[in-house]
Nanobody, 120 residues
Framework: QVQLVESGGGLVQPGGSLRLSCAAS????????IGWFRQAPGKEREGVSC???????FYADSVKGRFAISRDNAKNTMYLQMNSLKPEDTAVYYC??????????????WGQGTQVTVSA
């Protein structure tokens, strides 16, 4: 059974940093693309970043230059390093995966989410 568990969220001041983790189990982690999404109150869910099986990375324009996605296949874990955080980054962050090797728009498996709040 595929499981994704996010951690690392919290309250941070504008300009601060957080690192989110997504621990995966129940599938061959190294073979799948995996990504981060977020949903702010009253807004639609949006894609933040994705990393493919080969390590290719993709970012939403709103986070380019500030966020960095990575994966550790030995630990079955994906990370999102978030720097220079802004209040508009406040959202619940989810990791998601699908049985494909490249980043996609459709994801089949989702974590429960972790709250990130950027506020003074």
């Amino acid at each position: 059974q595929v499981q994704l568990v996010e951690s690392g969220g919290g309250l941070v001041q504008p300009g601060g940093s957080l690192r989110l983790s997504c621990a995966a189990s129940g599938f061959t982690f190294r073979d799948y693309a995996i990504g981060w999404f977020r949903q702010a109150p009253g807004k639609e869910r949006e894609g933040v970043s994705c990393i493919s099986k080969s390590g290719s990375t993709f970012y939403a324009d709103s986070v380019k230059g500030r966020f960095a996605i990575s994966r550790d296949n030995a630990k079955n874990t994906m990370y999102l390093q978030m720097n220079s955080l802004k209040p508009e980054d406040t959202a619940v962050y989810y990791c998601a995966t699908a049985p494909v090797s490249t980043c996609t728009r459709q994801y089949d498996y989702w974590g429960q989410g972790t709250q990130v709040t950027v506020s003074a």
